[in-house]
Nanobody
Framework: QVQLVESGGGLVQPGGSLRLSCAASGSIVSGNTMGWYRQAPGKQRELVAAISSGGSTNYADSVKGRFTISRDNAKNTVYLQMNSLKPEDTAVYYC?????????????WGQGTQVTVSS
């Protein structure tokens, strides 16, 4: 089994910062991608940022220059540093890990953490 535990969400004012963390445990192969998705009420879940075990990153256009994804492979932990937050960043943020097992792509998800950007 794979478990992802998220932390770091909360309420922040526009222009502020938050740092999300996600610790993974269980049967995760070494070659994998970890990422963050978010979903606001009435909207589809969207990719925010992803990072491979080798360090390659990918960001949504809406967060480029403001968010930074990183990971600690030894700790199986992924982070999302969010700066210059905007009200439109308000959403539930979900941690994701993706890898291949038995020729099948596997996706596992955290429980989600609420991020609210408001005055």
């Amino acid at each position: 089994q794979v478990q992802l535990v998220e932390s770091g969400g909360g309420l922040v004012q526009p222009g502020g910062s938050l740092r999300l963390s996600c610790a993974a445990s269980g049967s995760i192969v070494s070659g994998n991608t970890m990422g963050w998705y978010r979903q606001a009420p009435g909207k589809q879940r969207e990719l925010v940022a992803a990072i491979s075990s080798g360090g390659s990153t990918n960001y949504a256009d809406s967060v480029k220059g403001r968010f930074t994804i990183s990971r600690d492979n030894a700790k199986n932990t992924v982070y999302l540093q969010m700066n210059s937050l905007k009200p439109e960043d308000t959403a539930v943020y979900y941690c994701n890990v993706r890898f291949w097992s038995s020729r099948t792509q596997r996706d596992y998800w955290g429980q989600g953490t609420q991020v609210t950007v408001s005055s």
